[in-house]
Structures are given as C-alpha cells and as structure tokens.
C-alpha cells in the first residue's frame, strides 16, 4: 500500500533526493537549501542555508551526506543524528 506523506507543506519546492534506511527513517533535500528527516511520525526541516540547490544526498547509519551549489560555490552538508 502506497502511502503519501509530507506534501508541500513540508517543503513547498522541488524535492530533489529522497533517501530512507526504513520506512520511519528518511532524509529529503530540495531546492532552496531544505533538508527534511521523516522519523515515521512527523517531519523536521531544516534550512542551513536558503541558497543552496542540493541535488542529491546519502544516508548511512547515523550519518546524512547532502550535496548542492549556489550558482558559484559547491557545498556539501553533514548532518548526524
């Protein structure tokens, strides 16, 4: 059974990447420098940096990895839970 959840309400911009290690465990980034953890009941977003584009991101075991630009520079964010 397929389960939305999320929505523009919790990042009103384009998603970009979405990595899990289970259902109630899942990062999302997205333009604009948001980075949301889904913990199975709600999610916290975070926006370090409002200019950021992240493309993409990995997550393994207490660590979340996200890559993005500013139109000049390359940023790369570590987050640890």
């Known amino acids: 059974m397929n389960q ?8 009103p911009v384009n998603t970009e990447r979405l990595r899990g290690v289970g259902s ?5 980034v997205s333009d604009f ?4 953890h889904y913990n199975g009941m709600n999610f916290k977003v975070i926006q370090p940096n409002p200019s950021i ?3 993409s991101c ?3 075991d207490n660590l979340m990895i996200a890559v993005g630009y500013d ?5 790369i ?5």
């Open 4 to 11: 939305e959840i999320g929505g523009v309400d919790v990042i």
């Open 24 to 28: 109630n465990d899942i990062f999302v």
């Open 33 to 36: 420098g948001h980075i949301a």
């Open 53 to 55: 584009l992240y493309e």
């Open 58 to 60: 990995s997550y393994k």
């Open 71 to 75: 139109g000049r520079s390359a940023f």
């Open 77 to 81: 964010t570590r987050l640890w839970r």
